[in-house]
């Protein structure tokens, strides 16, 4: 299977963090091919910036359309998913949907690890978009600033994992999302110095995919997930108007 | 007041329906401008359209920074609404947001009228992300094709009547939303028809836009609405740019 | 318009700070008649006190009903709200509601500013009532013996200050109701001084009363709002008695 | 024990039968009193009728309050019931509240039969204000004009029957609560043609009781069911004014 | 009436608790018959351990079956408590389920007082499947290593004591239940100390057992808790197939 | 990897149909060995019969334990799943999570086809216990009574379809999930007939059983899912005797 992982942040080191670890999950026949947002912020925090990287995201996954079996969105929060589940005919796989829907099944209720304090309310409603409000025990998030998305790892290991034991021993947390894509492999580093299951993002977002596509259950041709309707448009960048010209 | 009424459909007679209602209604003291859409589609039925559409009011809302008091999301669903709510010193208004919680105060279980089945599964979303899904009662829905969305109303008055009609007889609503631009001013129509009252969509935008300026209570300078912080960006239009520029 | 705004409770003190709040943001067309509970307690902090207030204001209502184009029950809580709302042929607000439908769309997750301990499991259901439970952050409190409700405002300035600071940094609110009666006003003299909006109960209501007269959207005939059924009753006062003679 | 049962209606037909049943399922040692309203209306349907059955209930209970060891009120609806749990030092018990909290031993999907259908949307909010909305499955509900509250169960007891069984077979119900007190002592004449548990709120009501006093569980002296704190009252009859009076 | 009381659990001192509060809380005309599980572990703290002893009572439910009028699972948890009450044609109560019914009608917000930390996580789940997770205020815990389930109390009574006290001060509980077997009668010995209703399980459970024999309400013939239909099995302990067996 | 997946179920034919289906959709890699439960019923409906195959599979995993790397609970429902997490070091997986986890990739409303009535109450259930309630559409079910758990499919291949079309159509599904081991494969054989993605739950239990072992999160070592403590147990079967006597 082809998989397009689309970073909607227009940082090239994130870029280079999510590809790493999405090769090292892979399975052998599983083809990456990345993408980097063109327009946007360097690291998305807030719901605005969302609607940037949703652009972004969705552009890039019409210019290429027809070239992959699934897509990943390679951003906590998941900027533009619900959106790409209607216009393309493969699965789209958001990094928060795929770290929750993973998590869920190996512990009851779940605590996210965050990179900052504004991300955080945010997303709080994405896990309540998903279904799963009732299963989050708590986001906890580093509080300093950050000198650079593509360091966050190797600048706060120390709190990072202070914050996930804390969640642990202080919230009932049965199992641990390390959210968002510059934290993507720590859960690989912090294996054995947790004592409770640590979900990534890309790993899961990877995997995820890889099952939607193995398990071929069909494009939804019907209901809300179908592709939009046929209509006039106007002024859309050529990989958008794309995704609304073809055929159903 | 200076509003600015943003329109994230391209259709100039959705445009001039919207106009006409909130003209109507506005205080004396209200100056009304409005912008439509100039890219995206004539009229949003779903995710990736809305995608598209909070794109485009951004965009417009960015532009005119500066020039008005408070701005209106002319189109049920809010496309961009939390967006622009961080980016903006003004208060933001959508027409969902806004009739759900003028509605709410004139009964407790709420039903809404659209104009597609497509639609629908949408507008629950939003009234869930409103956090009112507890006082939906049901969303009720045209089902035939639409000529065009600037003669909805003409096209299928009785439809429409016996629709509302069946929201308060068969699923206990006590108070009605005609939703979408297409509908604006059809409340007012139907005045006198209904046993329960019926909310309009953008004379409830105007009023709440009105109250939140009249309210002055402030724009958040801590917490998740908040200004977006300072970062690199790149690729965006200049109406997005100026959002992302300014000093806090 | 002609607006009355009831005080359930007994406290001429506590109708003199609501009525000045009123005047100061009602619209220039919006006529003004106050009405203080004649039984009562000075100030209501529980659900027993509610009933009581409940009765009074509902009988100060019937007493006046035909003169009056809306009513403002200005208690948080809203003793009587919907009962009200049942038997009045006109809008009835409730500052609880009224500051929760305002809030709600300045910011996503709300907190409340209380005057007691005691009062906070009261408003909690209230907010649960109106179905905004899941946008409530926290309900905090001041915790000393008030003086007279008329001066809690003066009396715990810096206490409601740091609470409002707390509510923010610690809880994650985006947007601050100041609830009841006696801060009536506060919203307006920290303004600045707070991180994210603030509302103030009294101005919300008489705003919001303001917008559904406007609107105009109709008394309900049919379902739970609808008058009560014409049927044998006995032993009330005349204002209750007015209230199910009429004819529908 | 000493047993006060209030009917918050005046109709002494309805209070005749409520006594007849709670005499039936009522323990040796239970001594029953009975109490109706004198003021309010024949029954109670709607939220404004509910304040008046609360104020009625309340001054009554204030009245004997020492001369009874626990109070069941006796409506459906619970009129008056969270204040006067704070009230009094005894245990309060509602017809609603009792008959849920018996009916979720017995099933997991709760239906309610009802005998209007303008009551059932209150009576939806009562199922929400004891939190187990969750578990109510469908309330279904006679659709004719009323000869006489005491006559119900006479006059309709095959569509009770139609109704409790529909809501088995279609609504899923495990259990059913025959609801109001006019059907006191119906699910006792049913006993054998339904095929699932009936529960019967008077029955419930003294039950229910008779455990609160059993176990002696002792009244709340802090958090939000002690008494009210002593204030300023005004205007109030001998038997509120008891109730906020006494040292607590 | 004839009321089976089952431990879930192998320690036969925790069975004298039970059976020595049991007594002093039944009827006169209650005759009580202890039985303890026979396979299991000492003390139930996982979901692991509850599916243990799930299946030890349900085995001796099913050896004695014929011989009692009700039975109570007496275990906090209410291991199998759903699956007995499809098997029996008996009402079947549990210690969890019936403190909180009763607690419910004392207060509307419950905390619960545990033995062990391990055990919060599990007694969370239940009172959500009781649907009353919405009026859970806290779980607070024990957190020392416990010596002997038979005397938790004398052990840890201060504690105890103290941990309820924070949960009325702190989380704002209205009502205590007391949790677990071990705990069974503190809430007696507490009487007086505490400043909320405090409510044991077991007293609830004999009481709760004692009103549905009352009522009669009858057996589910239809729906989700009639007996399991027949149908081919192997391998089953006698107790277990006997459940099976018989008509319905 | 080596997945032992087990039937808590006595049917050898369902076991055949699920070993069918899982060799079909496993990697090339992963070695499957199959269990049949030697206790319980032929076919699982019932809460009670749950609790023998939760029993029996449990018992199955512990005789087996340290022979393999994930175990899959193949029956709708997943009896004894959360006891399994506790109990063992490898991933548990249950069809019933497994697929709601992977259809709520695919759409966001999820409708169950069923193959009893009887069984849909506890179905809801199971889906309220993996938080995901809010996003269940609705159950639809067979009617008929069933020949045999093997023949299912072919017996009722129409009205399965039907089934299917009814829930996009009238309840809104945007995704399905063909409920129970005897509907193994049909979602393959549906493919194309439907206007949705339809979801198998022994494919999706075995590929997300292998998207669990590749992540390797690790076991839980302290909280609600770490293994058991220690403690005295009597009377137990070996299988289970050994899940209780190792070392964590």
Redesign the interface.
Known sequence: MKLLIINPN?SQSVTDLIEAEARR?A?ADTLIEMAT???????I????????G???A?TLAGERVGHYDAVLIAAFGDP?L??????LEV?V?GMT??SL??A??????ISIIAISR?I???YR?CV?????L??LATIRHLDAALRDPGSVQADHAARLLELSRLA??QD????LILAGAPLAGL?RTL??Q???????GV??GV??A???V?????????????R??K??????ADG?AA??QRDA
């Not at 619900?82 to 216009?87: D, I, M, Q, R, V």
């Not at 869920?104 to 209720?109: E, I, N, P, S, V």
């Not at 209509?231 to 859309?236: E, I, M, Q, W």
Request: hydrophobic fraction near 45%; glycine fraction near 10%; proline fraction near 7%.
């Open positions: 227009i999950v399975a947002a063109r327009s946007g912020v360097a690291y925090e807030t719901r605005f910036e969302a609607l940037l949703a652009h972004a969705a533009g619900p959106a790409l589940k209607e216009a699965p796989v949907e795929a829907m993973t869920a099944q190996l512990g009851q209720r504004r955080t309310a945010w409603e309540d978009q998903c279904g799963l009732g299963r642990v021993e009932g947390a049965d199992v859960a294996a054995g947790l004592p409770v299951p640590v979900v990534d790993s899961s995997c995820q890889q099952v939607l193995r398990l071929n259950a069909g494009k939804a041709l019907q209901g809300s997930f179908a939009p309707p209509k006039p448009h106007a002024g859309l958008l995704l609304l």
